[in-house]
């Protein structure tokens, strides 16, 4: 009888393949590997809904390590949650391999840092945009044209478009001295994948120098600006690259080119 | 009890002429019993009779003949009393009931041996049908065995059994069937061998009376072919029950079979879905067993005459399913005398009528139907209410429309018809639906508050209906004592809609008529048209083959449209599946090795494939005592019920063929072995199972990032899994404390890729399951209870968020969702408490008067959680199962 429940045991425990179940602790990764600079690595805890932590948690201490598939570079904590390594310069066309362990879980990630945007060109260097500080007086704002960005784009990869104010502190457009809060300094279009945008003079919110940055970017990343559409009839997944983990590591490559916007 | 009576007196008369008896002139007027006048013939002009004394004496006669042949006498005599009769050997002749055969020879048992001789036969065949001895219908699937023996027989579906190599003729044999007395005949040397008939008297119309053997059995029977089970319609109300007896709620009681469900009358059998029972009502596929969200089963054991469950290992002649089947057949009502019966219980009305015909013929006619008891209310409202989260809007119309048309009905008609004893014809009709109707349609006139002269009609529909209709032809012959054959038609439908919309017309201020409409529309429709064609030959006493074929052709269609522009998913498919199989029982070593194996072959056209499936399952009887068993075997599956996956509401399910494309045909190989030990009053089983599956399918939009750009279509993914697990059966089976403990211990999980590279356990998961059933019987009072403690199921939840800093220095919040079922529910457990009174008005008809109480400490089960998504924030809403809830059952029968 004993042989015989031993023998049905040993058909019950043959096959063990290891069932996943929830752990809500897990590493939520920020990485941008932006050709010709340094990354700054980010890892914090995922906010669980079953805990009553209402902020978010860096994680340190960890041994992370990002490799070129030739050179290990030990990245070290440098602050809360933040690792880096001076010595690893992001080059174009490399691809990257990040790797640390968190709660006994391999958390890994690879990304290919994309070629330097070329051909990029602005059809103005200087815009003009009327003051819309409130009683200024009547009449109609002029309307200038919108200045068109071109890049080359044959096999319609991810681009996205950034605009910043380079100033140190510049003035607003919209002088509203009532409010406290002043407008975002960046403002950007979303991901595309033509070869072509145009800014329009309306989304400048500082006069100045500005920044427009290009993007080349990897599907991964682009992912990332979709809406995920989460609401209370539908739930899925976020996007995201990270094995083991959740957030993104992701190889990034820019050009720029400068505007001027005016009175 | 019958006893026959043969008259020999004053042989004079027509035996010297050599003409037959019933050319013999009578004359005079016959007035008085049957009895008396068949006494008065036979002594007056030396005809010999056999029949009924106790029936003869209690027939009132009334005939004259003037010099006419007794042939005439007898039909008019006859024609009044309802018997027919025969002229057997010698020139008897043989009065019987219009039901029973001629060449039928009634064996009674009796408490005693009477024959102490030597054998005169040896190893002989022993062929003959059992019935019940009130309905006189026959009875299927009966064990007819020589006691102390490993030899033994079941009658097939039409009550008829082959029993070979009976070892002497003064042997015992015994017929066993649950819920009926078991019923011992010593052999004699004079007993004939073929044609004999038992009947079997039903343990429950058997109060006040004496058990032949003393012995009570209980209501299921669980060591007869390995991995089946056979519960008895007969005493299901002796078992605690939620407003109904519910045939698959008390499968459900077994180890192997989930109990976790309470909204679920569907049975998971060892990590299998519903979906993946093949569900038989009378040759006919049923393809949706559930009544009132899955609360109650569609089947009203009234209508059940028998009901077998193979847990796996099935054998070749089933197919198109891969985790286990469920046998039913259907009563094929009384073929003695008109019998009617009623229940009327706290949540449906139940009753039938039966009936012979003209002595070749019986029906049978049950009907069920809810009405709108306190439970019901409290269940619809459990579901309803949860369907009103979805829209405000509805909550607010349940309690301003008080109108809400909901109720479940079902019909069953079977009329069955034996020209002779060689050819049965009969045709089985089930019908059941579900309707819920919580719909508002309030109208307002007049045009908008400070609008134009507009008029404005909104409608709120609410409409959810589901329900099958099936019906088959069956015609059984046997041609010969070795071969046998059933041929079929039949027809089953399956629907099921949704409609939860809020929509309307309104006349624009420039008198246009505009119309809107938003909500959720599912729609799925299967037809299922079957022929099909089964022989069994008995090649020799230890060896059957059987084959058959069978074809089948499938319409599915489901749409599912999030309102009335957008079609989420659109599916028509049809599908042809013709299948074949040959299987042979084999029976080795002195009877103690049985074997069947065999092999069937299927053609789907939808892939236009063959499949081959190769099954195998055997027993060795190793002592009166020890059993062993197993089995190996391929299954597939080409209509399956998909899941859609719904994290946030509960996710649904919807019929589709599989096709070569995005529902690939679903494949398991299983492999179970065990064994028993039984005693007279003790069974002991333990079956150890593993089964592999491959191509399960699931449609979810979990990875549908961006719902403006998608083709739904895409979003249905296969995966792999197993199950595996060992199922303990400890029980009672005599006495009048009986019972069982159940046990299963088991792991059910999946490896979906798009999911992730990792397996998950299947959302019928259960690690755990333990049930305790206990029935004791005291007088006239049967008291029961049955408590089930089961792990958790498995579920999918919102597990936390987090936030990235985009490149242009934009945050983004973001929601995760844990691994597929990476949470538990706690633990389910329940007490349900029953006792039932069984009584006779007039000393005839059958009463039952039953008590039950569910869930009796009141426990609160989760049944799934609900989320909300309010400013980036999961807002978690349990939803819990049902609490306590009393009920009061009454049964009357007239016979």
Redesign the interface.
């Known amino acids: 009888?004993l042989l015989?429940?031993a023998?049905?045991?040993f058909?019950?425990a043959?096959?063990d393949?290891?069932?996943?179940?929830?752990?809500?602790n897990?590493a939520?990764v920020?990485g941008?590997m932006i050709a010709g600079s340094t990354p700054t690595i980010k890892i914090?805890q995922?906010?669980?809904?079953s805990s009553s932590d209402t902020v978010?948690n860096p994680i340190n201490n960890l041994n992370v390590e990002i490799t070129d598939g030739e050179v290990v570079f030990i990245l070290s904590n440098t602050s809360d949650g933040i690792y880096q390594n001076n010595e690893l310069q992001v080059e174009q066309s490399k691809t990257y391999y990040l790797r640390f362990v968190y709660n006994n879980k391999e958390v890994d990630s690879q990304t290919v840092v994309p070629i330097k945007p070329s051909g990029f060109t602005a059809s103005a260097t200087s815009i003009q945009v009327s003051d819309f500080t409130p009683g200024s007086g009547g009449g109609t704002p002029n309307r200038p044209e919108p200045v068109s960005l071109e890049w080359d784009n044959p096999d319609n990869d991810y681009y996205?478009v950034?605009v910043?104010n380079a100033e140190a502190d510049p003035t607003p457009i919209f002088d509203d001295d009532t409010t406290s809060t002043r407008p975002?300094r960046?403002?950007?279009n979303s991901p595309t994948q033509t070869n072509l945008q145009q800014l329009n003079p309306m989304s400048f919110s500082y006069y100045g120098m500005h920044r427009v940055i290009l993007?080349r970017l990897n599907p991964e990343y682009a992912?990332?600006?979709?809406?995920?559409?989460?609401?209370?009839?539908?739930?899925?997944?976020?996007?995201g690259n990270i094995s083991g983990g959740?957030?993104?590591f992701t190889g990034?490559s820019s050009d720029t080119v400068m505007v001027r916007v005016y009175k | 009890m019958r006893k026959t009576i043969v008259l020999l007196l004053f042989a004079i008369g027509y035996n010297a002429a050599g003409q037959s008896p019933l050319e013999v002139k009578v004359d005079g007027l016959f007035v008085g019993s049957l009895e008396h006048v068949l006494t008065s013939l036979s002594r007056d002009y030396g005809v010999q009779f056999s029949f009924d004394r106790e029936r003869a004496a209690n027939s009132r006669v009334r005939a004259q003949a003037l010099k006419q042949p007794l042939k005439q006498l007898l039909d008019n005599i006859c024609k009044d009393v309802k018997l027919k009769y025969y002229v057997g050997d010698g020139g008897v002749i043989v009065l019987i009931e219009r039901w029973e055969s001629p060449r039928q020879t009634t064996v009674t048992s009796r408490l005693e041996r009477t024959y102490f001789g030597s054998p005169t036969k040896r190893n002989f065949t022993i062929t003959g049908k059992v019935i019940d001895k009130v309905s006189k219908e026959t009875l299927p699937f009966v064990n007819v065995t020589i006691l102390n023996q490993p030899i033994g027989a079941t009658t097939n579906v039409d009550g008829l059994f082959t029993l070979t190599n009976v070892p002497s003729d003064t042997s015992t044999l015994a017929l066993s069937y649950l819920g009926y007395s078991k019923q011992v005949v010593y052999l004699t040397p004079s007993t004939p061998v073929s044609d004999l008939l038992f009947e079997l008297e039903a343990a429950s119309q058997s109060i006040e009376e004496v058990t032949i053997t003393g012995e009570r059995q209980g209501l299921v029977q669980a060591n007869e072919k390995p991995s089946a089970i056979k519960f008895t319609p007969l005493k299901l109300n002796t078992l605690p029950a939620l407003g109904e007896k519910d045939i698959f709620r008390s499968f459900q009681l077994m180890p192997g079979i989930s109990a976790a469900n309470e909204n679920s009358s569907g049975l998971y059998v060892r990590g299998g879905t519903p979906d993946q029972s093949l569900v038989l009502y009378d040759g006919f596929t049923v393809y949706n067993v559930e009544h009132l969200f899955g609360f109650f089963s569609a089947f009203n054991s009234n209508a059940i005459k028998d009901v077998q469950l193979y847990k796996g290992g099935f054998e070749p002649r089933f197919g198109g399913r891969l985790s286990s089947v469920v046998e039913i057949t259907g009563k094929e009502g009384n073929r003695k005398e008109f019998n009617a019966a009623v229940d009327v219980g706290l949540m449906a009305i139940n009753g039938f009528v039966e009936f012979p015909i003209k002595g070749k013929t019986s029906a049978i006619l049950s009907l069920r139907r809810s009405w709108k008891s306190p439970l019901y209310e409290t269940i619809f409202d459990k579901y309803s209410g949860q369907a009103d989260k979805e829209e405000p809007m509805m909550r607010f119309g349940r309690e301003m429309n008080n109108d809400v048309t909901s109720y479940f009905y079902d019909i069953n008609a079977k009329v069955t018809h034996r020209p002779n004893d060689f050819d049965i014809f009969s045709l089985s009709i089930y019908s059941g639906a579900d309707e819920l109707d919580n719909s508002i349609n309030p109208s307002f006139g007049g045009g908008f508050p400070g609008g134009g002269g507009g008029h404005l009609s909104m409608e709120s529909v609410d409409l959810t209906q589901w329900g099958n209709t099936g019906a088959s032809l069956k015609w059984s012959r046997e041609w010969s004592k070795k071969l046998y054959t059933n041929s079929l038609i039949s027809f089953s439908q399956y629907y099921s809609k949704r409609d939860r919309t809020t929509g309307g017309m309104f006349t624009d201020s420039s008198g246009n008529v505009q119309s809107i409409k938003r909500g959720l529309i599912e729609d799925n429709n299967l037809f299922d048209f079957s022929v099909k064609a089964d022989a069994e030959y008995k090649i020799t006493n230890d060896n059957k083959v059987e084959i058959g074929v069978q074809a089948t052709q499938n319409e599915i269609s489901y749409t599912y449209s999030q309102n009335d522009t957008l079609t989420v998913i659109d599916r028509q498919s049809n599908g042809l599946t013709l299948a074949s199989y040959v299987q042979d029982k084999l029976n080795l070593i002195d009877g103690k090795l049985n074997l069947t194996g065999g092999l069937r072959f299927t053609y789907f056209s939808p892939t236009a494939k063959l499949y081959y499936e190769p099954r195998l399952n055997s027993t060795y009887t190793l002592n009166k005592n020890f059993r062993f068993k197993a089995s190996v075997g391929r299954y597939y599956q080409f209509a399956k019920r998909v899941v859609r996956e719904d994290?946030?509401q509960g996710s649904r399910d919807f019929w589709a063929l599989a096709d070569n494309d995005k529902l690939p045909v679903s494949q398991s190989n299983q492999?179970m072995?065990?064994?028993a030990?039984e005693t007279r009053s003790w069974l002991i089983d333990?079956?150890?199972?593993?089964k592999q599956q491959d191509k399960l399918s699931e449609y979810s939009?979990?990875?549908?990032?961006?719902?403006?750009n998608l083709s739904y279509d895409e979003f249905f993914y296969a995966g792999k899994g197993?199950a595996?697990?060992?199922d303990v059966l400890i029980q009672k089976k005599l006495g009048d404390f009986t019972g069982w403990v159940g046990y299963t211990?088991g792991?059910v999980?999946s490896k979906i890729d798009a999911y992730?590279n990792?397996?998950?356990?299947a959302s019928n998961d259960v690690t755990h399951e333990l049930k305790l059933v206990g029935s004791y019987k005291y007088k006239n009072w049967t008291f029961s209870a049955t408590w089930i403690y089961t792990t958790g199921k498995p579920y999918t939840?919102?597990?936390?968020?987090?936030?990235?800093?985009?490149?242009?220095?934009?945050v983004?919040d973001?929601?995760?969702?844990?691994?597929?079922n990476?949470?538990?529910f706690p633990n389910y457990h329940r007490l349900d408490l029953a006792s039932t009174y069984n009584f006779k008005i007039n000393g005839v008809a059958p009463c039952s008067l039953s008590f039950s109480l569910f869930n009796a400490y009141n426990r609160t089960n989760i049944w799934y959680n609900e989320?909300?998504?309010i400013n980036?924030q999961?807002v978690?809403i349990p939803v819990s199962y049902l609490g306590i809830q009393p009920n009061i059952s009454f049964s009357i029968k007239l016979k």
């Open positions: 009888m015989i429940a023998g049905l045991l058909l019950y043959c096959h393949v290891g069932v996943e179940t929830a752990d809500a897990k939520v920020e941008y914090t995922q906010l669980a809904y978010v996205l950034v910043e975002p960046a403002f950007r993007y992912t990332l600006y979709e809406d995920n559409g989460n609401s209370s009839l539908t739930l899925v997944t976020p996007p959740l957030g993104i990034i | 994290i946030l492999l072995a065990g064994v030990f333990v079956e150890a199972y593993y939009l979990r990875f549908s990032n961006d719902p403006r197993y595996k697990g060992i211990l792991e999980a992730g990792y397996y998950f356990y939840a919102p597990e936390g968020g987090y936030q990235l800093t985009l490149l242009d220095g934009t983004v973001y929601i995760n969702v844990s691994v597929k990476g949470n538990r989320y909300e998504i980036n999961v978690e």
